[in-house]
Each structure stands twice: as structure tokens, then as C-alpha cells.
């Protein structure tokens, strides 16, 4: 009677874990002057706008607020992402002493940077409102952009989502950029009186159906941008006078 044999199934390879590089430390006493029975520290991240914070070249989202409970005289000690190896750039932390009652009795702001164990109690104070406020994220104007048709013609994916251009010549090298994933980009590409122009569609656009050459015909087609910055036909060219 034939055997079993036993294989070993690899396991899956765990994802990157990433480490903050600072442990921030403090005894609530040294700062407050009171011996309290119990206290606690909420450090709270600042400054960064309408972005979501994130770990500099990752999509690791930082944690926004940290809250931490202390017996008298014990310091406390906690993992803490510095401020320079988060985007966007210009933010803080503001941290906050709170008593056995509940009460706010110590205040301070602190950009931390660099790596290693670093006491609170030495840490020098940072003043916020000298900082401007962070940019907000690019918009996306949604009207229609008429656009001169040229052999190298750029289309500017991060101000507009739809384009027209009239075809005057040979279109080979246009390019398309700074894309915004998950929208949709219209182009409408009409010949000019003379018709038979050939447009080719830029090298991160797939799918796209050859133009139209009648003249003053129009070839209407809609794409989605990918996470890569790439555009996919969503449905084929549609065409008209």
C-alpha cells in the first residue's frame, strides 16, 4: 500500500515591519513638580494639514495621537515616529502633561528628530507659529481644456480631466502627466478641414482607438488612471461631426 509522503508547505514571507526610531522618555513628576499618584501623557501629532501624515517613502499612515499612563516616579518610556521622517514636511508634536483628575497641567510643542532615547525633560521647545500652514492637496479642475496640437503636445493630467485639441499636423510624441489614480481623463481629438492627421496616444495610454481621419470629425474616449500612472480605455472611441 503506497505511502504518504509529507511535504513541507513554505510559509509565506511576513511583510516589512517598521520600527520607530525614537523611544521618547519621561517622568511626569520632574516636569510638573507634582508627585502625583498617577498621571498620563497625550502626545498628539500636528501640522500636517489635509494630507494624511505618512512614514517618508511608504504608505505606512502615522499614528496621530498617543496616550499614555504613568505611576508616580516611573518613567514612562514609548515608541515615537520623528518629525523628519514624516511627510508632509513642517509637522509637530504637541505634548500634554494630565494629572490623576483629568486636568491639562503642562503644555509643550517639540519637533523631534534623529534616532535613539530621548528625555523629554532635555528636550528644548519648539515654537508653532512661526510655521506656515501646509499646502492643500492638488485639485482637480474638472472643465474642459482646448489644447494647441503640436508633435511633442503635453496634456496636464493634475489640473484638468478633459482635453480637446484639433488636429493641424502629425501628433507622434505627445505625452500625458502627473495623473491623479482613480479619475477618469476624456480626450476629444477633432481633425481640421483637411482631415487624415494621425495622432498617436502617448506610451502610458493603453487601449486607445485609432483617431478618426475624416475631416473635422471628432473621436471622443475615456480613460482611468491606474495606482502606476497609466490610463485604460474604459469602453472603445465613440465619433461624430
Known amino acids: 500500500m503506497p505511502t504518504e509522503e509529507l511535504v513541507e508547505t513554505p510559509e509565506a514571507p511576513q511583510p516589512l515591519a517598521l520600527t520607530p526610531l525614537i523611544t521618547l522618555t519621561a517622568t511626569l513628576d520632574q516636569l510638573t513638580g507634582v508627585d502625583d ?21 511608504t504608505s505606512l499612515v502615522v499614528k496621530i495621537q498617543y496616550f499614555v499612563r504613568q505611576p508616580a516616579g516611573v518613567p514612562i518610556s514609548i515608541p515615537i515616529w520623528g518629525n523628519d521622517q514624516i511627510t508632509p514636511n513642517g509637522t509637530y508634536y504637541m505634548i500634554e502633561g494630565i494629572d490623576s483628575r483629568g486636568n491639562v497641567n503642562w503644555c509643550g510643542f517639540y519637533v523631534l528628530t534623529g534616532s535613539g532615547s530621548q528625555d523629554l525633560s532635555s528636550l528644548p521647545q519648539y515654537d508653532p507659529i512661526t510655521q506656515p500652514v501646509p499646502p492643500l492637496p492638488p485639485e482637480i479642475d474638472v472643465e474642459l481644456l482646448t489644447i494647441l ?16 485639441t484639433q488636429l493641424t499636423g502629425d501628433v507622434l510624441l505627445p505625452t500625458i502627466q502627473d495623473m491623479v489614480p482613480g479619475n477618469l481623463y476624456t480626450f476629444i481629438i477633432q481633425q481640421d478641414a483637411t482631415g487624415n492627421h494621425q495622432f498617436v496616444w502617448p506610451t502610458n495610454v493603453f487601449n486607445g482607438n485609432t483617431i478618426y481621419n475624416l475631416p473635422s470629425w471628432l473621436t471622443f474616449q475615456t480613460f482611468v488612471c491606474t495606482s502606476t500612472g497609466s490610463l485604460y480605455a474604459i469602453a472603445p472611441a465613440t465619433y461624430g461631426q
Open 37 to 57: 499618584v498617577l498621571g498620563a501623557l497625550r502626545i498628539t501629532l500636528k501640522h500636517f494639514g489635509n494630507w494624511v501624515p505618512r512614514i517618508v517613502g
Open 149 to 164: 496640437a503640436s508633435n511633442d503636445m503635453v496634456f496636464p493630467g493634475g489640473e484638468y480631466t478633459a482635453f480637446y
